[in-house]
């Protein structure tokens, strides 16, 4: 059976957690630990990836990151290959150290993010190795007490959300002190993490069938284009054989695979009968068109916003606020 396909974006943020092959442990000591420490961040700065937040457990592993390049795949191809030849040959070990299938999250970046860090923190707390986040070592939790000797994480993106103050995240932190660990439990079993509104728009990205834009939007997006650009109507669109009808054509076919994730043949269909080869071109050729002239991108963005919201409208998300 197919593997199904990482969610996953350029400046995504995602919650991985990553368990040992049968509940073995994958790290026998601590040298094994900041084996895989060490790797991390060196492949970290190989695909330009950042680390938000991590606990290392026995068994399993648990990590915040953001993706500026979408890279995900490869970052965890590399770390965990990496990390099982070194493990097999210390402890002359056979056969895979981790789970071939790790667990992702897509996170919003907000106050959603905030509470999934002090959860993170929280987990040696849920497995009773230590009494308190700080007293263990193999946690990011210490680098945001003292920012200022971060190495390996990025704290400041989620302690701008306690106005950069590490005692208010210690205070956020505690505040799930004596609680159970279902909640780190729950989220790793969700594809989404964040407001209805974040959670819909990622189900219409990646699942276009999902409740997304209609075939009325596009052709409502494609009238109003021809308004903006002096065309007739929506047939002199999707019939006109001039550079300006092409054009606007173009951009139509861009919004909505790009902003809204409609699928090549729908789009083909709307726009005048074509197939998915040339519908597929003339989303290249009105990217590239659009990349010299931002001002020319921002309008037509805000035009399918009035819409269809898309992903970047976030008119109605709900910061949850402080751990409960």
Not at 29 to 48: A, E, H, I, M, V
Not at 202 to 228: H, N, V
Not at 283 to 298: D, F, M, S, Y
Not at 317 to 324: M, Y
Request: hydrophobic residues 35%; glycine residues 8%; contains cysteine.
């Amino acid at each position: 059976m197919a593997t199904a396909k990482r969610l996953t974006y350029e400046g995504a943020v995602h919650y991985l957690f990553i368990g040992s092959f049968d509940g073995e442990a994958a790290f026998r000591d601590d040298r094994d630990r900041q084996r895989y420490l060490n790797s991390l961040g060196k492949f970290l700065d190989l695909t330009g990836c950042l680390l938000y937040c991590y606990v290392l457990m026995d068994s399993h592993v648990h990590l915040v990151l953001k993706t500026p390049q979408g890279n995900l795949t490869e970052l965890m191809r590399r770390l965990q290959t990496s990390y099982a030849m070194y493990f097999n040959r210390r402890h002359e070990h056979r056969g895979n150290v981790f789970h071939g299938r790790y667990r992702s999250t897509l996170v919003e970046q907000n106050g959603h993010l905030l509470k999934l860090s002090c959860s993170v923190h929280l987990v040696p707390i849920h497995a009773g190795v230590a009494a308190r986040p700080e007293d263990w070592r193999w946690t990011s939790y210490r680098q945001y007490l003292n920012p200022s000797t971060a190495t390996l994480v990025h704290p400041a993106p989620i302690l701008s959300y306690c106005q950069g103050s590490p005692e208010i995240y210690r205070t956020f932190v505690e505040a799930g002190l004596g609680k159970s660990g279902e909640e780190i439990s729950r989220i790793r079993k969700q594809a989404f993490l964040g407001s209805p509104q974040f959670v819909r728009v990622m189900k219409q990205r990646f699942s276009p069938e999902a409740g997304g834009a209609t075939e009325e939007d596009l052709e409502r997006l494609t009238s109003k284009l021809a308004c903006q650009f002096g065309l007739a109507d929506l047939d002199n669109v999707r019939r006109g054989r001039t550079r300006l009808a092409q054009q606007v054509r173009q951009y139509a076919m861009y919004l909505a695979r790009l902003r809204w994730n409609m699928r090549l043949r729908v789009i083909g269909q709307v726009c005048g009968g074509f197939n998915h080869a040339t519908v597929s071109h003339g989303v290249k050729v009105a990217e590239k068109r659009l990349q010299r002239n931002p001002e020319l991108a921002n309008s037509l963005e805000r035009l399918a916003a009035s819409i269809w919201p898309g992903e970047e409208d976030d008119s109605d998300r709900t910061d949850p606020g402080p751990p409960a």
